[in-house]
Protein backbone atom coordinates (compact mmCIF):
# COMPACT_ATOMS: atom_id res chain seq x y z
CA UNK A 1 0.00 0.00 0.00
CA UNK A 2 0.71 3.42 -0.31
CA UNK A 3 0.95 5.66 2.39
CA UNK A 4 -1.39 8.79 1.81
CA UNK A 5 1.67 10.92 3.49
CA UNK A 6 3.86 10.27 0.63
CA UNK A 7 1.89 11.97 -1.56
CA UNK A 8 3.53 15.45 -2.08
CA UNK A 9 0.69 18.23 -2.70
CA UNK A 10 1.92 21.03 -5.34
CA UNK A 11 0.37 24.32 -4.97
CA UNK A 12 -3.13 24.40 -6.35
CA UNK A 13 -5.73 27.28 -6.26
CA UNK A 14 -7.87 27.05 -2.91
CA UNK A 15 -11.00 25.20 -3.54
CA UNK A 16 -9.74 23.23 -6.28
CA UNK A 17 -11.48 19.99 -6.22
CA UNK A 18 -9.86 16.69 -4.31
CA UNK A 19 -10.49 14.63 -7.29
CA UNK A 20 -8.72 17.45 -9.10
CA UNK A 21 -5.30 17.35 -6.71
CA UNK A 22 -5.60 13.28 -7.38
CA UNK A 23 -5.05 14.22 -10.51
CA UNK A 24 -2.21 16.56 -10.71
CA UNK A 25 -0.49 13.95 -8.72
CA UNK A 26 -1.13 10.97 -10.18
CA UNK A 27 2.18 9.07 -11.47
CA UNK A 28 3.78 9.94 -14.83
CA UNK A 29 7.06 7.89 -14.67
CA UNK A 30 7.26 4.49 -15.28
CA UNK A 31 9.87 4.15 -13.09
CA UNK A 32 8.33 6.16 -10.50
CA UNK A 33 5.56 3.47 -10.12
CA UNK A 34 8.25 0.47 -10.29
CA UNK A 35 9.88 1.96 -7.42
CA UNK A 36 6.65 2.53 -5.43
CA UNK A 37 6.16 -1.04 -6.32
CA UNK A 38 9.00 -2.28 -5.14
CA UNK A 39 9.50 -4.10 -8.71
CA UNK A 40 12.89 -6.50 -9.24
CA UNK A 41 15.25 -4.55 -10.91
CA UNK A 42 16.45 -7.00 -13.44
CA UNK A 43 13.06 -7.39 -14.60
CA UNK A 44 12.63 -3.67 -15.20
CA UNK A 45 15.96 -3.40 -17.14
CA UNK A 46 14.56 -6.12 -19.85
CA UNK A 47 10.86 -5.09 -19.90
CA UNK A 48 9.87 -1.59 -19.05
CA UNK A 49 9.27 0.64 -21.72
CA UNK A 50 11.03 4.16 -19.97
CA UNK A 51 9.31 6.54 -22.47
CA UNK A 52 6.35 5.41 -24.37
CA UNK A 53 4.66 7.27 -27.03
CA UNK A 54 1.21 6.83 -25.13
CA UNK A 55 2.35 7.88 -21.62
CA UNK A 56 1.70 6.08 -18.22
CA UNK A 57 -0.77 7.59 -16.44
CA UNK A 58 -1.90 6.18 -13.06
CA UNK A 59 -3.92 8.12 -10.33
CA UNK A 60 -2.48 6.79 -6.90
CA UNK A 61 -5.51 5.63 -5.84
CA UNK A 62 -5.02 3.15 -8.01
CA UNK A 63 -1.65 2.01 -7.42
CA UNK A 64 -2.86 1.41 -3.93
CA UNK A 65 -5.10 -1.50 -4.90
CA UNK A 66 -2.02 -3.10 -6.49
CA UNK A 67 0.30 -5.63 -4.78
CA UNK A 68 4.15 -4.49 -4.11
CA UNK A 69 6.64 -6.61 -5.68
CA UNK A 70 4.30 -8.58 -8.20
CA UNK A 71 4.97 -7.91 -11.81
CA UNK A 72 1.96 -9.62 -12.81
CA UNK A 73 -0.39 -7.98 -10.50
CA UNK A 74 -3.59 -7.36 -13.00
CA UNK A 75 -4.15 -3.46 -12.19
CA UNK A 76 -0.26 -2.88 -12.56
CA UNK A 77 -0.54 -4.61 -16.12
CA UNK A 78 -3.16 -2.36 -17.35
CA UNK A 79 -0.90 0.19 -17.13
CA UNK A 80 2.59 0.03 -17.14
CA UNK A 81 4.49 0.38 -20.59
CA UNK A 82 6.40 -2.42 -21.35
CA UNK A 83 8.95 -3.16 -24.31
CA UNK A 84 7.00 -5.57 -25.67
CA UNK A 85 4.20 -2.57 -26.87
CA UNK A 86 7.07 -1.52 -29.59
CA UNK A 87 6.88 -4.89 -31.67
CA UNK A 88 4.66 -4.63 -34.81
CA UNK A 89 2.39 -7.29 -35.53
CA UNK A 90 0.43 -7.92 -38.29
CA UNK A 91 -3.58 -7.06 -38.24
CA UNK A 92 -3.25 -4.44 -35.42
CA UNK A 93 -3.47 -0.79 -36.28
CA UNK A 94 -4.27 2.31 -35.95
CA UNK A 95 -8.22 2.44 -36.08
CA UNK A 96 -8.98 -0.88 -35.50
CA UNK A 97 -13.14 -0.77 -34.92
CA UNK A 98 -13.39 2.23 -37.95
CA UNK A 99 -14.97 5.05 -35.42
CA UNK A 100 -12.40 7.81 -37.99
CA UNK A 101 -14.85 6.67 -40.40
CA UNK A 102 -18.32 7.13 -38.42
CA UNK A 103 -17.31 11.07 -37.76
CA UNK A 104 -20.40 12.76 -39.08
CA UNK A 105 -19.06 15.95 -37.09
CA UNK A 106 -15.81 16.08 -35.45
CA UNK A 107 -16.89 14.98 -32.00
CA UNK A 108 -19.47 12.81 -32.88
CA UNK A 109 -20.04 9.23 -33.99
CA UNK A 110 -23.23 7.63 -35.08
CA UNK A 111 -22.61 4.54 -36.27
CA UNK A 112 -25.52 2.56 -34.15
CA UNK A 113 -29.09 3.30 -34.71
CA UNK A 114 -30.79 5.79 -32.04
CA UNK A 115 -27.57 5.95 -30.24
CA UNK A 116 -24.58 8.96 -30.92
CA UNK A 117 -21.70 8.89 -29.33
CA UNK A 118 -20.00 12.40 -28.54
CA UNK A 119 -16.21 12.35 -28.00
CA UNK A 120 -15.91 15.05 -25.54
CA UNK A 121 -12.65 15.34 -24.52
CA UNK A 122 -9.35 13.52 -25.64
CA UNK A 123 -8.24 13.09 -21.91
CA UNK A 124 -8.58 10.15 -19.27
CA UNK A 125 -7.18 9.82 -15.68
CA UNK A 126 -5.88 6.47 -16.48
CA UNK A 127 -3.97 5.41 -19.81
CA UNK A 128 -4.74 1.85 -20.40
CA UNK A 129 -2.11 0.16 -22.48
CA UNK A 130 -4.69 -2.12 -24.38
CA UNK A 131 -6.89 1.44 -25.52
CA UNK A 132 -7.75 1.38 -29.13
CA UNK A 133 -8.18 5.44 -28.78
CA UNK A 134 -4.60 5.55 -28.27
CA UNK A 135 -4.29 6.71 -31.52
CA UNK A 136 -7.53 8.35 -31.97
CA UNK A 137 -7.16 12.21 -33.14
CA UNK A 138 -8.93 13.87 -30.87
CA UNK A 139 -8.31 17.09 -32.64
CA UNK A 140 -9.52 20.09 -30.45
CA UNK A 141 -13.26 19.40 -30.39
CA UNK A 142 -15.61 20.52 -27.64
CA UNK A 143 -18.52 18.60 -28.54
CA UNK A 144 -20.55 19.52 -25.94
CA UNK A 145 -20.92 23.18 -26.68
CA UNK A 146 -19.98 22.72 -30.75
CA UNK A 147 -22.74 24.39 -32.83
CA UNK A 148 -22.78 21.21 -35.12
CA UNK A 149 -23.06 18.58 -32.98
CA UNK A 150 -26.09 20.62 -31.38
CA UNK A 151 -27.43 21.08 -34.82
CA UNK A 152 -27.00 17.34 -35.72
CA UNK A 153 -28.56 16.38 -32.32
CA UNK A 154 -31.89 18.43 -32.82
CA UNK A 155 -32.63 17.71 -36.76
CA UNK A 156 -32.13 13.90 -35.88
CA UNK A 157 -35.40 13.23 -34.25
CA UNK A 158 -34.71 9.49 -34.47
CA UNK A 159 -31.40 9.93 -32.20
CA UNK A 160 -32.92 8.28 -28.58
CA UNK A 161 -29.78 7.93 -26.52
CA UNK A 162 -26.61 10.03 -26.49
CA UNK A 163 -23.37 8.22 -25.25
CA UNK A 164 -20.68 10.75 -23.73
CA UNK A 165 -17.33 8.78 -24.14
CA UNK A 166 -14.03 10.43 -24.83
CA UNK A 167 -11.39 9.68 -23.37
CA UNK A 168 -13.34 10.03 -19.89
CA UNK A 169 -16.18 12.65 -19.87
CA UNK A 170 -16.39 13.08 -16.40
CA UNK A 171 -12.85 14.46 -16.87
CA UNK A 172 -15.07 17.58 -17.68
CA UNK A 173 -15.96 19.85 -15.32
CA UNK A 174 -19.27 19.51 -13.56
CA UNK A 175 -20.48 23.03 -14.55
CA UNK A 176 -20.48 21.93 -18.76
CA UNK A 177 -21.69 18.47 -17.94
CA UNK A 178 -24.62 20.06 -16.30
CA UNK A 179 -25.54 22.71 -18.80
CA UNK A 180 -25.30 20.18 -21.75
CA UNK A 181 -27.73 17.87 -19.65
CA UNK A 182 -29.97 20.68 -19.09
CA UNK A 183 -30.10 21.71 -22.98
CA UNK A 184 -30.69 17.84 -23.76
CA UNK A 185 -32.93 17.44 -21.49
CA UNK A 186 -35.11 20.14 -23.91
CA UNK A 187 -35.19 17.89 -26.64
CA UNK A 188 -38.11 15.94 -26.87
CA UNK A 189 -36.55 12.89 -28.60
CA UNK A 190 -33.81 12.32 -26.10
CA UNK A 191 -34.58 9.59 -23.98
CA UNK A 192 -31.44 8.69 -22.36
CA UNK A 193 -28.06 9.93 -21.64
CA UNK A 194 -25.37 7.34 -20.74
CA UNK A 195 -21.99 8.34 -19.81
CA UNK A 196 -19.10 5.85 -20.85
CA UNK A 197 -16.33 6.36 -17.97
CA UNK A 198 -13.48 4.89 -15.87
CA UNK A 199 -13.67 7.53 -13.42
CA UNK A 200 -15.54 5.43 -10.83
CA UNK A 201 -12.78 3.37 -10.31
CA UNK A 202 -9.98 5.11 -10.77
CA UNK A 203 -10.83 8.44 -9.48
CA UNK A 204 -13.72 7.40 -7.35
CA UNK A 205 -13.08 11.19 -5.32
CA UNK A 206 -14.64 12.70 -8.89
CA UNK A 207 -17.85 11.23 -7.55
CA UNK A 208 -18.29 14.04 -5.01
CA UNK A 209 -21.14 16.33 -3.62
CA UNK A 210 -20.77 18.78 -6.60
CA UNK A 211 -21.54 16.12 -8.93
CA UNK A 212 -24.08 13.87 -7.45
CA UNK A 213 -25.82 17.52 -6.40
CA UNK A 214 -25.88 18.68 -10.55
CA UNK A 215 -27.39 14.89 -11.27
CA UNK A 216 -30.02 15.00 -8.19
CA UNK A 217 -31.24 18.29 -10.02
CA UNK A 218 -31.28 17.42 -13.56
CA UNK A 219 -33.42 13.96 -12.14
CA UNK A 220 -35.43 16.60 -10.58
CA UNK A 221 -35.86 18.81 -13.47
CA UNK A 222 -35.92 16.27 -16.35
CA UNK A 223 -37.27 13.34 -14.84
CA UNK A 224 -38.04 11.64 -18.40
CA UNK A 225 -34.45 11.73 -19.26
CA UNK A 226 -32.92 8.29 -17.86
CA UNK A 227 -29.32 8.28 -17.13
CA UNK A 228 -27.11 5.23 -17.45
CA UNK A 229 -23.76 4.98 -16.43
CA UNK A 230 -21.36 1.95 -18.29
CA UNK A 231 -18.07 1.55 -16.06
CA UNK A 232 -15.33 0.03 -16.93
CA UNK A 233 -13.50 -2.55 -14.78
CA UNK A 234 -11.57 -5.49 -15.61
CA UNK A 235 -11.05 -6.98 -12.85
CA UNK A 236 -12.37 -7.48 -8.97
CA UNK A 237 -9.61 -5.74 -7.45
CA UNK A 238 -10.51 -2.83 -8.98
CA UNK A 239 -13.41 -2.30 -6.95
CA UNK A 240 -12.32 -1.31 -3.44
CA UNK A 241 -11.85 1.35 -0.57
CA UNK A 242 -13.75 4.82 -1.94
CA UNK A 243 -14.64 2.93 -5.39
CA UNK A 244 -17.41 1.18 -3.33
CA UNK A 245 -18.72 4.45 -2.39
CA UNK A 246 -18.70 6.14 -5.36
CA UNK A 247 -20.86 3.45 -7.00
CA UNK A 248 -23.45 2.93 -4.47
CA UNK A 249 -23.49 7.28 -4.42
CA UNK A 250 -24.30 6.73 -8.41
CA UNK A 251 -26.83 4.61 -7.35
CA UNK A 252 -28.51 6.12 -5.20
CA UNK A 253 -28.56 8.98 -7.18
CA UNK A 254 -30.79 7.29 -9.70
CA UNK A 255 -28.34 6.02 -12.03
CA UNK A 256 -28.42 2.52 -13.74
CA UNK A 257 -25.14 1.11 -13.49
CA UNK A 258 -23.49 -1.40 -15.91
CA UNK A 259 -19.85 -2.33 -16.69
CA UNK A 260 -18.04 -3.49 -19.64
CA UNK A 261 -14.55 -5.24 -19.69
CA UNK A 262 -11.87 -5.90 -22.38
CA UNK A 263 -10.80 -9.62 -22.08
CA UNK A 264 -6.98 -9.44 -21.29
CA UNK A 265 -4.66 -12.43 -21.46
CA UNK A 266 -3.14 -12.37 -18.02
CA UNK A 267 -5.19 -10.23 -16.32
CA UNK A 268 -8.82 -11.92 -16.68
CA UNK A 269 -8.88 -14.53 -18.88
CA UNK A 270 -9.79 -17.42 -16.40
CA UNK A 271 -13.00 -18.21 -15.26
CA UNK A 272 -12.52 -17.68 -11.61
CA UNK A 273 -11.35 -14.54 -12.46
CA UNK A 274 -14.12 -13.33 -14.30
CA UNK A 275 -16.40 -14.91 -12.02
CA UNK A 276 -15.14 -13.04 -9.50
CA UNK A 277 -15.55 -9.47 -11.37
CA UNK A 278 -19.06 -10.50 -11.54
CA UNK A 279 -19.78 -11.00 -8.36
CA UNK A 280 -18.07 -7.83 -7.42
CA UNK A 281 -19.67 -5.87 -9.80
CA UNK A 282 -23.36 -7.03 -8.50
CA UNK A 283 -22.82 -6.61 -4.60
CA UNK A 284 -21.67 -2.87 -5.77
CA UNK A 285 -24.90 -2.40 -7.70
CA UNK A 286 -23.22 -3.01 -11.08
CA UNK A 287 -24.93 -5.40 -13.93
CA UNK A 288 -22.09 -6.91 -16.45
CA UNK A 289 -22.73 -5.47 -19.82
CA UNK A 290 -20.14 -6.39 -22.20
CA UNK A 291 -16.83 -8.14 -22.22
CA UNK A 292 -14.80 -7.33 -25.26
CA UNK A 293 -12.95 -9.53 -27.38
CA UNK A 294 -9.62 -6.78 -27.59
CA UNK A 295 -9.49 -3.85 -30.94
CA UNK A 296 -6.59 -4.49 -32.43
CA UNK A 297 -4.84 -1.89 -31.52
CA UNK A 298 -1.01 -1.79 -32.58
CA UNK A 299 1.37 -1.93 -29.14
CA UNK A 300 -1.62 -4.34 -27.39
CA UNK A 301 -1.00 -7.80 -29.21
CA UNK A 302 0.38 -9.16 -26.07
CA UNK A 303 -3.38 -9.01 -24.31
CA UNK A 304 -5.25 -10.46 -26.93
CA UNK A 305 -7.01 -13.44 -25.76
CA UNK A 306 -8.26 -16.22 -29.05
CA UNK A 307 -11.70 -16.59 -30.43
CA UNK A 308 -12.01 -20.30 -29.30
CA UNK A 309 -10.49 -19.49 -25.75
CA UNK A 310 -12.78 -16.57 -25.28
CA UNK A 311 -15.76 -17.92 -26.24
CA UNK A 312 -14.61 -21.23 -24.11
CA UNK A 313 -14.33 -19.52 -21.39
CA UNK A 314 -17.44 -17.48 -21.87
CA UNK A 315 -19.37 -21.13 -21.78
CA UNK A 316 -17.54 -21.94 -18.70
CA UNK A 317 -18.71 -18.99 -17.04
CA UNK A 318 -22.34 -19.86 -17.73
CA UNK A 319 -21.62 -23.16 -16.09
CA UNK A 320 -21.09 -20.94 -12.85
CA UNK A 321 -23.26 -17.81 -13.08
CA UNK A 322 -27.07 -17.12 -12.72
CA UNK A 323 -27.58 -15.30 -16.50
CA UNK A 324 -27.94 -11.55 -15.54
CA UNK A 325 -23.92 -11.52 -14.21
CA UNK A 326 -22.86 -13.21 -17.40
CA UNK A 327 -21.78 -10.28 -19.75
CA UNK A 328 -21.65 -10.70 -23.17
CA UNK A 329 -19.01 -11.31 -25.86
CA UNK A 330 -18.54 -9.08 -28.13
CA UNK A 331 -16.40 -7.36 -30.62
CA UNK A 332 -16.15 -4.13 -32.68
CA UNK A 333 -16.24 -4.85 -36.01
CA UNK A 334 -15.80 -2.18 -38.34
CA UNK A 335 -19.10 -0.97 -40.99
CA UNK A 336 -21.18 -3.03 -38.41
CA UNK A 337 -24.52 -1.75 -36.84
CA UNK A 338 -23.96 -3.45 -33.63
CA UNK A 339 -21.32 -4.73 -31.34
CA UNK A 340 -20.91 -8.29 -33.07
CA UNK A 341 -22.04 -10.86 -30.41
CA UNK A 342 -19.51 -13.88 -30.76
CA UNK A 343 -21.35 -16.32 -28.72
C1 LIG B 1 -20.31 1.05 -28.43
C2 LIG B 1 -20.84 2.20 -29.15
C3 LIG B 1 -22.16 2.62 -28.94
C4 LIG B 1 -23.08 1.96 -27.96
O1 LIG B 1 -23.44 0.66 -28.33
P1 LIG B 1 -24.43 -0.14 -27.40
O2 LIG B 1 -24.52 -1.49 -28.04
O3 LIG B 1 -25.72 0.61 -27.39
O4 LIG B 1 -23.83 -0.19 -26.04
C5 LIG B 1 -22.63 3.69 -29.69
N1 LIG B 1 -21.84 4.33 -30.59
C6 LIG B 1 -20.58 3.94 -30.82
C7 LIG B 1 -19.78 4.67 -31.84
C8 LIG B 1 -20.03 2.87 -30.10
O5 LIG B 1 -18.77 2.52 -30.32
S1 LIG C 1 -10.04 5.01 -19.60
FE1 LIG C 1 -11.00 4.12 -21.43
S2 LIG C 1 -10.60 5.61 -23.08
FE2 LIG C 1 -9.19 6.07 -21.38
S3 LIG C 1 -7.30 4.95 -21.82
FE3 LIG C 1 -8.55 3.62 -20.51
S4 LIG C 1 -9.74 2.34 -21.94
FE4 LIG C 1 -8.94 4.10 -23.10
Known sequence: MINASSVVLHRLPQGTPIWQRELQHAIHDPQHLAQLLELPETWLQTELLTAPHFKLRVPRGYVTRMEKGNIDDPLLRQVLPLQIEQQTIAGFSHD????????????????????????????????????????????????LRDPQVW????????????????????????????????????????????????????????????????????????????????????HANEIAGDVLHALSDLRNAGMVLLNQSVLLRSI???????????????????????????????????????????????????????GYLVPRLVQEQAGLPYKFPLI
Open 268 to 322: NDDVITLKQLSEKLFENHVLPYYIHLLDKVQGAAHFDVGLEQATALMLALREQLA
Open 151 to 234: AYLIQNTDIEEVILSGGDPLLLTDDKLAKFAQQLAQLPHIKRLRFHTRIPLVLPERIDSHFLSWINQLRNTAPHLQLIMVIHAN
Open 96 to 143: PVGDNAAVVTQGLLHKYQGRVLLVTTGACAIHCRYCFRQHFDYGTTQA
